[in-house]
């Protein structure tokens, strides 16, 4: 659904100046002055890298030098982005038509192709397609949430694929380390955090091994061309506690590394304060022998009170990455702030780093620096990105 058009922003991508220029009165004339423009994808992609750039329509050339606009739907599916997704061209139909069925099979908000030029009734057409919600699932079809056997079967037909978010020094702002991010690009629902799908296979060991196994492989193949490309950041995979009570997990690890000529300090193992408080012996076994071998461990979504401080002491782990509940608005919430000077306190004596996850707001990232964070990542910062993106963003960083 559309709020008030004078509350809209959309961006503008196209490579004619008075087209761009042509479609910003037209806009304005319709009550929309929230309004960015690109002259290519890459110039889009470079606003929406910044998380402070969120539109809520994007209307997109197809014939553009340097980034087409294909290339650009494809970029905008692996950055997640949210926004509807107009087509404007002059290309012949069968070719926006194309354009658009790629724009939905990367699980982008689509809401039709029109010919150029834009005028005032193509977009009140676009606007109206914004406000017109979803349409409802039929009797019998895919239900609302994910089951186990839709994500057995998104396995199967290769839809997952890993997102990377950069973690950087709160002090230096330099480049700490990247998570791995699993993502799912469901062929109808878009694509869908693991929060929207790991509960439907939570009772299902076999399908979170399998998952498990998809991070492990991805991630440490991408840590190798990481590492090819000069990087030498840890890259950290978030796994389900499936595979940290598996004993010989830390000898996969190493095998793998050793394949693949990855120095174990490449590497970070993440698993949940949550899962640790489930079956703390296995998990803290397996731990324990993947820091013998030298590879990174850390305590993720640390602050639920599921293990609590008095815990954090044995566990062997080189790392605390502290729960987004704990970090949003702690710059203004003394309860947050206690805890986190008691996080910050506890593993400083066990020299252990201290990264907040899930930063949205600057306030709460100088709250946090000022307070002896190590490291941070969030929207305040960028979103998960693509391989492709993440290449950019680093390289501009």
Not at 1 to 12: E, Q
Not at 36 to 50: P, S, V
Not at 115 to 141: F, S, V, W
Not at 360 to 375: I, K, M, N, P, V
Request: glycine residues 8%; hydrophobic residues 45%; contains cysteine.
């Amino acid at each position: 659904m559309v709020s008030s058009r004078s509350s809209l922003r959309v961006l503008v991508i196209d490579d004619l100046e008075e087209v761009r220029d042509q479609h910003r009165v037209i806009l304005r004339h319709a009550g929309i002055t929230e309004t960015a423009e690109a002259a290519d994808g890459r110039q889009a992609i470079e606003l929406l890298t910044d998380p402070a750039n969120q539109f809520d329509l994007i209307l997109c050339d197809l014939q553009m030098p340097r980034l087409d606009g294909v290339e650009t739907i494809r970029a905008l599916s692996y950055m997640g982005v949210q926004g509807a997704v107009a087509v404007l061209s002059v290309e012949e139909e069968q070719v926006m038509a194309g354009a658009g069925f790629l724009a939905e099979a990367h699980g982008l908000h689509y809401i039709g192709s029109l010919a150029k030029p834009l005028t005032r009734e193509k977009l009140d057409e676009i606007l109206q397609r914004m406000r017109e919600p979803p349409a409802a699932e039929p009797a019998g079809g895919v239900p609302r949430h994910p089951t186990a056997a839709d994500v057995a079967r998104g396995l199967d037909d290769d839809e997952f694929a890993l997102f990377y978010q950069p973690q950087l020094h709160m002090q230096s702002g330099r480049l700490h380390g990247v998570e791995a991010l699993i993502r799912w690009r469901h062929p109808t629902r878009g694509l869908l955090t693991a929060n929207s799908f790991m509960p439907a296979v939570h009772d299902s060991n076999a399908l979170l091994v399998r998952i498990a196994d998809f991070i492990v492989d991805r991630t440490t193949a991408f840590a190798a061309r990481w590492r090819a490309r000069g990087r030498h950041e840890p890259v950290a995979m978030n796994l389900p506690g499936a595979a940290m009570e598996i004993l010989e997990f830390p000898e996969r690890l190493e095998a793998l590394a050793a394949k693949l000529d990855l120095p174990h300090e490449a590497l970070r193992v993440e698993v949940s304060e949550q899962e640790v408080a489930a079956d703390a012996m296995l998990i803290v076994d397996v731990a324990a022998r993947l820091r013998l071998k030298r590879f990174g461990v850390s305590i993720d979504q640390f602050g639920g009170s599921e293990f609590g401080l008095q815990h954090l002491s044995h566990l062997p782990v080189n790392e605390v990455k502290l729960t987004p509940a704990m970090v949003q608005g702690c710059a203004t919430t003394p309860t947050k702030q206690a805890m986190l000077d008691a996080t910050l306190t506890l593993a400083g004596h066990r020299k252990m780093l201290v990264v907040a996850e899930g930063v949205r707001h600057r306030a709460d990232w100088e709250y946090l620096r000022a307070a002896g964070c190590h490291a941070g990542q969030g929207n305040y910062i960028v979103r998960a990105l693509g391989q492709e993106m993440l290449d950019e963003w680093v390289g501009r960083w």
